[in-house]
């Protein structure tokens, strides 16, 4: 069974930093585009980032120039960077691997941006 575990989340100031973690098993993760999508509450969920296999990224216009979307194939591991952290990147965070014939997702992992 197909595997995403997130990590990295919590509680952090506005200016802050956190970095998400996905570590995925039983998939062959170098073919995968690997994203992160994040859901607040009352909201539906949004694309944060994403890495095709070939390594080419795209971001949400909110996040742009504060988070880094990065992947590991060896690790099977892809990481979301996230700096100058403002109350509306609150969320919950979700990894996602996705090719055409299929996904899975995370989780989820808390986000929390407060003074």
């Known amino acids: 069974q197909v595997q995403l575990v997130e990590s990295g989340g919590g509680l952090v100031q506005p200016g802050g930093s956190l970095r998400l973690s996905c570590v995925a098993s039983?998939?062959?993760?170098?073919?995968?585009?690997m994203g992160w999508y994040r859901q607040a509450p009352g909201k539906q969920r949004e694309l944060v980032a994403r890495i095709t296999s070939e390594g080419n990224t795209n971001y949400a216009d909110s996040v742009k120039g504060r988070f880094t979307i990065s992947r590991d194939n060896a690790k099977n591991t892809v990481l979301l960077q996230m700096n100058s952290l403002k109350l509306e990147d609150t969320a919950v965070y979700y990894c996602n691997a996705w090719k055409i014939t299929g996904e899975y997702w995370g989780q989820g992992t808390q986000v929390t941006v407060s003074s």
């Open positions: 039983r998939i062959i993760f170098s073919i995968y585009t």
